[in-house]
């Protein structure tokens, strides 16, 4: 029994349902019928009406010429970082030489698919587990290139690869989730301090903004406030000036003198007169009662004052007549013996 199993041929998908040579057979669209003469290739069918000879030909296989998918099953994986994975996928191919697909090969589909499993683990093997989910395009280029460059002399040329499912163990699941909370944690704690920092910035940029419009508001303050007291001086200055030329004008006159004296008795009664209003501790002078000597004394030191300027005058223009003005001190004497 082993030595006819041995012996007995494998199973062959592209025998069953073979087309009966009957002479005139009509080939359908998208089909290639292989046809051997006496056990010997012979020729391809083309679609439409074909003869064959009875007997002699036979048709040996009909190929597909459309897209095949086939479904590649589910299989075991292990990354370069020692993960082992549970991996499926999906194959695309097409048949591009009917004679190299007829007898290249015993079973096209079986071939490939194989291939197409022992090419995924080599080609996950070359990656680690967080690269197999970002270069997902780039690993089913590489199966298609790797599965291509094999199934050349097979007549079938594969079309597309696409991975349907990865499945990672529960415990790698696990450290994933905890890996991707912990980098939405981090990305959070990054935000909020890039917030906090921002908000700071702003806080410090209104506050040296709101420094800086301070600083030149009182800047222009003291200016303006130094421009009105230089005005304020300016006037004063001007008006004493005024008032100054005015009181010389007057003393140049004729009884300047005595009114002079009169206004320096008045100023000295009324400084009397305030002397206990501001504070309770006053200071008098040793001859407070005595206003003539006081009065004297004010008008000795004008009299002082004003000499070298009456002594200038005289010399420039020579006295004329005598003056006829009486002394200050007489006046004041004659002014207090009246009143009294």
């Known amino acids: 029994l082993k030595h006819a199993a041995r012996l007995a041929p494998a199973p062959c998908r592209w025998n069953s349902g073979l087309p009966m040579n009957i002479g ?8 290639a019928w292989v046809v051997e003469r006496m ?23 009909v190929q597909s010429l459309k897209e095949i998918v086939i479904n590649v099953p589910e299989q075991s994986a292990v990354t370069l970082d020692n993960v082992t994975l549970q991996i499926d996928g999906v194959l695309y191919l097409r048949v591009m030489d009917p004679y190299k697909a007829s007898y290249g090969v015993e079973d096209p589909e079986y071939a ?25 395009e780039s690993l089913n280029a590489s199966i298609v290139d ?16 696409e991975i349907k499912d990865i499945h990672v163990p529960p415990r790698v699941k696990e450290s994933m989730q905890m890996q991707v909370e912990a980098e939405r944690r981090k990305r959070a704690t990054v935000l909020e301090s890039e917030g906090t920092r921002e908000s700071a910035i702003n806080v410090a940029e209104g506050q040296k903004q709101a420094q800086i419009l301070a600083s030149e508001a009182e800047k222009a303050e003291q200016i303006n406030k130094a421009a009105g007291e230089a005005n304020a001086m300016l006037v004063k200055a001007r008006a004493k000036a005024e008032a100054i030329q005015l009181l010389a004008a007057a003393l140049a006159q004729q009884h300047g003198n005595a009114a002079a004296s009169l206004s320096v008795a008045e100023q000295y009664v009324n400084a009397f007169s305030k002397i206990a209003k501001d504070s309770n501790t006053v200071l008098l002078p040793a001859n407070t009662g005595d206003v003539t000597n006081m009065v004297a004394q004010a008008l000795g030191i004008y009299t002082t004052l004003t000499k070298p300027q009456a002594v200038k005058t005289q010399d420039e223009t020579p006295q004329t007549h005598e003056d006829s003005q009486p002394p200050a001190t007489e006046m004041l004497k004659a002014e207090q013996g009246s009143s009294s």
């Open 39 to 61: 056990g010997k290739f012979h020729r391809i069918l083309e679609p439409g009406l074909n003869f064959l000879i009875p007997l002699l030909d036979r048709i040996r296989y």
């Open 112 to 136: 490939v698919t194989q291939l197409a499993q022992t090419t995924m683990r080599s080609e996950l093997g070359k990656l680690s587990l967080d690269r197999v989910f970002r270069e997902r």
């Open 24 to 31: 005139v057979l009509f080939v359908p669209q998208q089909e």
């Open 146 to 161: 790797a599965i291509n460059q094999a199934s050349d002399c097979w007549g079938i040329r594969c079309l597309r690869y």
